[in-house]
């Protein structure tokens, strides 16, 4: 499942909350002026749009977004059973749990809404990750998910697929770079024959101000990996991405996709909002949940 997720810049706990929202919207307002990636051949699979860093959820705190892509070109009419994907918007709800500083589950919900009978709960997928943990010192970030789960036929053709996903990530300074590169294999559907295939993701970013980040994410699908199909018959899609941080409650990032060969479907907005939650003792020792504030991550 395409994806990107996400550099981390640590903040001191802000007093401000949403005292940044102004220049949230005067940067979101620059960012829509200067924009206006593609889904993938026969298939709906542009639910979550990230390029994963390699920090898992902390323990015991819960990471809710909403995933929100609408796809501005795409197929118009029905092809080998699977509804068309123009004009259709994706509605994706992530629900990740750290269960300890290393290990995390995420869980998503896809539905599309769309005319012609096209609005509707479409799949799930689950997602276990771990990461090298920081106590190691490695010199760059490593982590590995493995994501399976369903889609109903009509709106892909291979309904049971699996992910692997290496993250490597680094920063340098206020510079951010994250590689995926991922494996995928229909596990049901025509596309079985393939075995597995190779779909690397990249991400470049720049923190350029207090609550700013500017990036450029990439998405590819090469075919299987033991022999690439053609170039024609690839998938190359860039993003132009920002990510604002007004408060450390809350992660916000938008980006405006483009194929670059004629394989690849254009065009896709994605908009991700995310709040973090942990688990905190009230006196008595009930619990309940807050926000988690320590770190801010940028997708």
């Given amino acids: 499942m395409k994806s990107i997720k996400n550099c981390s810049i640590h903040t001191k706990p802000s007093s401000e909350g949403f005292g940044h929202f102004r220049k949230m919207r005067s940067y979101l307002f620059i960012f829509m002026s200067l924009m206006g990636t593609a889904a993938r051949v026969l298939a709906q699979d542009n639910y979550e749009i990230q390029v994963y860093a390699s920090e898992t959820v902390a323990k015991d705190a819960t990471m809710v977004e909403l995933h929100s892509n609408f796809n501005f070109g795409g197929a118009r009419k029905l092809e080998e059973g699977v509804l068309p994907t123009y004009h259709v918007l994706h509605e994706t709800i992530e629900i990740t749990h750290g269960f300890t500083h290393w290990f995390e589950t995420g869980i998503y919900l896809f539905n599309a809404i769309g005319a012609e009978n096209q609005t509707s709960y479409v799949g799930s997928h689950i997602r276990p990750r771990a990461r090298i943990p920081e106590e190691w010192r490695w010199p760059v970030g490593l982590s590995l998910s493995a994501e399976i789960g369903y889609q109903k036929p009509e709106y892909s053709t291979d309904d049971w697929t699996l992910e692997i996903r290496p993250i490597i990530d680094k920063y340098f300074g206020k510079l951010y770079l994250s590689l995926n590169p991922v494996i995928e294999r229909s596990l049901h559907g025509p596309g079985e024959h393939a075995g597995y295939t190779f779909s690397p993701d990249a991400r470049v970013s720049y923190k350029c101000s207090k609550i700013a980040a500017w990036g450029?994410?990439?998405?590819?699908?090469?075919?299987?990996?033991?022999?690439?199909?053609?170039?024609?018959?690839?998938?190359?899609?860039?993003?132009?991405?920002?990510?604002?941080e007004w408060s450390e409650d809350w992660e916000f990032n938008a980006g405006y996709g483009v194929g670059l060969n004629a394989a690849t479907t254009d065009a896709l907005l994605k908009v991700i909002v995310g709040y973090r939650f942990h688990k905190s003792a009230k006196k008595g020792g009930s619990s309940i949940l807050k926000a988690a504030g320590k770190r801010i991550h940028f997708y």
């Avoid at 450029?216 to 604002?244: R, T, W």
């Fill in 216 to 244: 450029v994410e990439y998405y590819g699908a090469l075919g299987p990996v033991n022999a690439f199909v053609p170039y024609a018959q690839q998938q190359h899609q860039l993003f132009v991405a920002v990510d604002l």
